[in-house]
């Protein structure tokens, strides 16, 4: 079984992808080279569902696309014209064959699957209500709980049952929906996840990512507006605003990270910002080098901008195999040790005697970037000067990304100079938020109202968050000597 590389285990990991099409023959092979596309958002499990007019069918299995949905006979099974799929990070909920998406439930109304990406931040309390009225749940994803706030709404069309569920949850959402009516496309009110339209002859298609839209040869057509609601249907195309209008709070990391670079996010070439990012980076920490070195592969855009803009030249100096450590379940403490050499390697023969900038595009716990500071210096590097292409994550994600404990961000609980020590670099800097905002085309971050949502670097949430408050008011009333 293919599954997460086990050694990657000091990155942000982007939470789910979703593809849905409407009207295609063959639907679920469609979407299969979707997800293909959307591996990298999610690598623990991936599942499809399908209708064809008379009855849904879904596959869903732990690990990658690749070896679970490469067989004529499981693409057979998933016959219909309209099909949506899933990859997934496990965020909340256990790594579990229950927990893989698309979800599915028999309603009053019909057959109702959904593919979420994002996290409801008020799931644990509505799912507490849900119970109290006799609700049973057949996992532990927050995804269910929109599920059972559509089959208990009281109101009479599916679509208005579908906006009162939505209109009960928080946080960050974007989802596609299978239902015998049509299929359902929306975003958060916030637009903090993304999502994108496309068509492929007469179908259409709704993706996370426009490369996803690449791959199967649609063409794009737009991104689904924050608060929209868009049904595909044998009506056609209609697209709903149940929500109050606000100000826009995409996530800024799909630009530092998460979005592959051949995307387009809200019409900005994921590559171009990322070298752009780059680019600031050079201007705000510039240091005497021989080479521009990138950690493959993230940092490899943005080293491209930083060697373009300080004229150092770019160099390979650590060279990636995408091979190592995916057939690992349990590795032993002496392989997880060499993890980081399996799967970077420096190039000794080029980086000997010499002096680096070493590029990132971000340090979570901190554990990587010091074994990769490590390796350079052992392959005879003469200095090393680490620098972030983002400003230091200080907090923990709550809409949809694994992130550490807050307690495990290295930048949590050190400032830059003690994390230089920690990695043992010469030197270590990040961008400034400004600077992560100028790449992005804007003079600076609005303190007042943040463009994006940043809550990873500045701890400023643009949405309630009702189950942490609900657990930080209970370790407040729980005696001290339970935590002896």
């Known amino acids: 079984m293919l599954t997460t590389n086990p050694f990657d285990d000091d990155k942000l990991r982007e939470e789910c992808g979703v593809f849905g099409i409407w009207g295609a023959d063959t639907a679920a092979a469609v979407v299969t080279l979707g997800l293909h596309a959307l591996q990298h958002r999610g690598q623990e499990a991936a599942g499809i569902t399908s209708y064809d007019g008379r009855a849904f069918h879904s596959h869903r299995a732990m690990g990658h696309v690749a070896g679970n949905f490469d067989k004529d006979g499981v693409i057979r099974a998933l016959a219909g014209r309209a099909a949506i799929g899933h990859v997934r990070y496990s965020t909340t909920g256990e790594t579990a064959l229950r927990n893989v998406q698309p979800l599915f439930a028999e309603l009053s109304s019909g057959g109702f699957a959904v593919a979420h990406n994002g996290n409801i931040s008020n799931a644990t309390r509505v799912r507490r209500d849900l119970n ?92 689904v507006e924050p608060g929209e609601l868009i049904v595909v249907s044998e009506k056609g195309v209609q697209s709903h605003k149940p929500f109050a209008p606000q100000r826009s709070r995409p996530c800024i990391f799909e630009h530092v990270y998460f979005s592959r670079p051949d995307s387009v996010l809200d019409g900005a070439s994921v590559y171009s910002v990322r070298k752009a990012i780059g680019a600031e980076l050079a201007r705000e920490n510039t240091v005497d080098a021989d080479y521009v070195v990138p950690v493959p592969d993230s940092g490899v855009p943005a080293a491209i901008g930083y060697a ?177």
């Open 308 to 484: 373009q803009e300080s004229g150092i030249p770019f160099e390979l100096g650590i060279i990636r195999s995408h091979y190592v450590g995916r057939t690992f379940i349990q590795p032993s403490d002496q392989v997880r040790h060499l993890g980081v050499k399996l799967k970077h390697n420096a190039n000794s023969a080029l980086i000997q005697g010499k002096k680096l900038v070493l590029i990132d595009d971000s340090i979570v716990r901190g554990t990587t970037s010091l074994k990769i500071v490590q390796m350079l210096r052992e392959a005879g590097a003469r200095e090393v000067h680490m620098r972030i292409a983002s400003p230091p994550t200080r907090h923990s994600c709550f809409y949809g990304v694994d992130t550490p404990e807050r307690k495990k961000l290295l930048a949590a609980q050190m400032n830059v100079a003690e994390m230089n020590n920690y990695i043992k670099a010469d030197s270590l800097a990040f961008l400034s938020i400004d600077g992560l905002y100028r790449a992005l085309g804007e003079e600076m971050r609005d303190e007042a109202e943040p463009q994006y949502c940043d809550a990873c670097f500045s701890g400023a949430y643009p949405t309630r968050l009702t189950d942490r408050e609900d657990i930080e008011q209970r370790d407040q009333l729980l005696p001290a000597e339970l935590y002896a």
């Open 132 to 223: 109290r009225r006799g609700s049973i749940f057949q996992s532990t994803s927050d995804t269910e709980v929109i599920i059972h706030l559509v089959a208990t709404s009281t109101y009479p069309t599916l679509l208005d049952r579908f906006i009162d569920a939505l209109k009960q949850v928080e946080g960050a959402y974007s989802l596609v929906c299978l239902t015998d009516e049509g299929l359902i496309a929306c975003r958060d009110p916030l637009g903090i996840r993304p999502l994108v339209m496309g068509r492929l002859g007469e179908a259409y298609i709704f993706a996370s990512e426009t490369v996803a839209l690449d791959i199967v040869g649609a063409t794009y057509i737009r991104t």
